[in-house]
């Protein structure tokens, strides 16, 4: 019996088995998987054909245009709102100057740039018709317009 005033001291403690089992079953995890890794980079020796045809392929970047329709428009009416990806409305010119400045980057690197537009159809064409020369004056020879298919008006 305890004397009075003392308390029976318990033992806590912490079970590793679990930690242990986990641990062991990662390391054999890792261990097989480095085994198939390794066994698809087998080295080869790739052939050098003389006189080769093959030409390289240019990677291609893109840069989206989007021509939204809004209630309230850049001076407060409704009509079009551009922007450059994702990124918040822009007026035209500072979109123009992006799109130079990216097909520079892509021209440095021997890749191909290529414009899509996407435009809202409430829009009039003529606010499409912008971009296009927009993107033909900063001489981007490829560009592709967005359209939903199979969709009467």
């Not at 809004?70 to 709102?81: E, F, L, R």
């Not at 435009?119 to 004056?137: K, N, Q, Y």
């Amino acid at each position: 019996m305890a004397a009075k005033g003392k308390i029976r001291g318990s033992s806590l403690g912490f079970n590793m088995t679990p930690m242990i089992d986990i641990v062991f079953l990662l390391i054999i995890f890792f261990v097989l998987v480095s085994n198939y890794s390794s066994a698809e980079r087998v080295p080869v020796e790739l052939p050098n054909p003389y006189k080769s045809q093959a030409r390289k392929v240019k990677v291609t970047d893109r840069v989206i245009v989007n021509c939204q329709w809004s209630a309230s428009g850049p001076d407060g009416q409704p009509g079009v709102v551009y922007r450059a990806g994702p990124n918040p409305p822009e007026p035209l010119e500072r979109i123009s100057d992006r799109l130079a400045a990216a097909r520079a980057a892509a021209a440095a690197e021997g890749r191909e740039l290529i414009a899509v537009i996407r435009a809202d159809r409430r829009l009039p064409f003529e606010d499409v018709r912008a971009v296009m020369r927009m993107i033909t004056e900063n001489q981007i020879e490829q560009m592709r317009l967005v359209a939903q298919a199979g969709e009467e008006p």
